[in-house]
């Protein structure tokens, strides 16, 4: 699935009309008391469309209320100025973190860096630059970075010389406001030039700066090389964020076939306090499989 259908889809994650706004949300939902992760995961917009209304900070404050610390939001870079204000306001106002959004330029396998053309690099560059305002008004500090696709016209090794230089220069954007881009390998097509965690490793170590590193996407990871415990414990100095979402069908946890609660459990014995970005689908449609959600992540949350 690429990234932006995978935007367009859960956006929609319900097929029922649920009630307006505030209106939705101040209604009785009998969710109890506010649950305490020992992880921060991070949900998304559309998520709760269903239990929050779709304002998108009657969303926002549902999360908080559920327990979340962290959100996340692929497209905030196409969010107007205004809206993105508010959002950060309202992270600030509940003291949840601003998780990652995607560096604009132009797609998963567009204006591929390992091509090593100038045009290229210099769309990426001004996504980095433009991805600065962005971070400023929402708080953020992470922001996902895509090479994009191969270019078979040259070795692996002079593709792999080319992005680690386009990174570089866009390290140098990022550094002094303490930003980090983070490089996330994917499984949605064998043309994509990063694909594992072991490339993805060795092109943060050649990058060697602070404002580049790892988001493993545990579900892009078990899609494409398995044993992620193993693979997190040789690439860990470098990752610096996590998303999930279970195999096959890149919904909530406990629906597929990994072992979340273990995965966590060793997530939370590293020591991690970062984010864990929540980027996959609802199993289940309507108030019921929001709540659903909910519930998973409080099953595989309950590791100690």
Not at 10 to 19: D, I, N
Not at 179 to 185: C, I, K, N, R
Not at 193 to 213: D, R
Not at 231 to 260: F, H
Request: with cysteine; charged share 20%.
């Amino acid at each position: 699935m690429r990234r932006r259908d995978f935007i367009q889809k859960t956006a929609l994650t319900s097929g029922a009309v649920g009630l307006g706004g505030a209106m939705a949300y101040s209604a009785p939902l009998n969710m109890g008391v506010k649950h305490t992760f020992n992880l921060n995961y991070a949900p998304h917009f559309g998520m709760f469309r269903n239990l929050s209304g779709n304002d998108l900070i009657d969303q926002l404050n549902f999360m908080a209320d559920q327990g979340f610390t962290a959100f996340e939001d692929n497209g905030m870079m196409g969010r107007d100025v205004a809206m993105q204000t508010k959002i950060g306001e309202t992270l600030a106002k509940h003291n949840m973190t601003m998780g990652v959004f995607v560096v604009d330029k132009g797609g998963n396998m567009a204006n591929t860096l390992a091509a090593g053309k100038k045009e290229n690099v210099d769309i990426f560059l001004e996504g980095c630059r433009k991805a600065v305002d962005v971070a400023k008004r929402t708080n953020a500090k992470w922001m996902t970075v895509v090479p994009g696709a191969y270019d078979r016209s040259l070795p692996i090794g002079i593709q792999n010389a080319n992005v680690i230089e386009a990174l570089r220069r866009g390290a140098e954007i990022f550094e002094p406001h303490g930003l980090v881009m983070v490089l996330e390998p994917l499984s949605d097509s064998p043309d994509l030039h990063l694909q594992t965690s072991e490339q993805t490793y060795l092109i943060c170590k050649g990058v060697n700066s602070p404002s580049c590193k790892i988001l493993y996407d545990i579900y892009h990871m078990q899609k494409n090389e398995g044993h992620l415990i193993h693979n997190m414990n040789l690439t860990w100095d470098e990752i610096a964020y996590i998303q999930v979402g279970d195999n096959p069908g890149r919904k909530e946890p406990t629906t597929g076939e990994i072992n979340y609660k273990n995965v966590f459990k060793y997530l939370h014995e590293k020591g991690f306090n970062g984010i864990v970005g929540m980027e996959h689908g609802n199993s289940r449609p309507n108030k019921e499989g929001e709540l659903a959600v909910i519930n998973a992540y409080k099953e595989v949350d309950n590791f100690l």
